[in-house]
């Protein structure tokens, strides 16, 4: 398994938000997300959130 640390990215949300609310971004790297499956055509995932974790999992087809 091969370890990548990240920084949070955070922006004022815009629009009709809160003016205290902020939206949160992660940035990937290419390999994990082919390891995924994911591509911009078929781009879902679902996140799993387990205790102090966060799962990436490419999403089920319906």
């Not at 398994?1 to 990937?28: D, P, W």
């Not at 290419?30 to 990436?56: C, F, H, S, Y």
């Amino acid at each position: 398994m091969k370890e990548v640390e990240r920084n949070i990215m955070f922006a004022k949300a815009g629009g009709n938000a809160s003016k205290n609310a902020y939206t949160c971004r992660i940035s990937l790297p290419m390999d994990a997300i082919k390891a995924l499956g994911v591509t911009p055509k078929d781009r879902a995932v679902t996140l799993v959130i387990e205790e102090n974790q966060i799962v990436i999992k490419k999403a089920q087809e319906n």
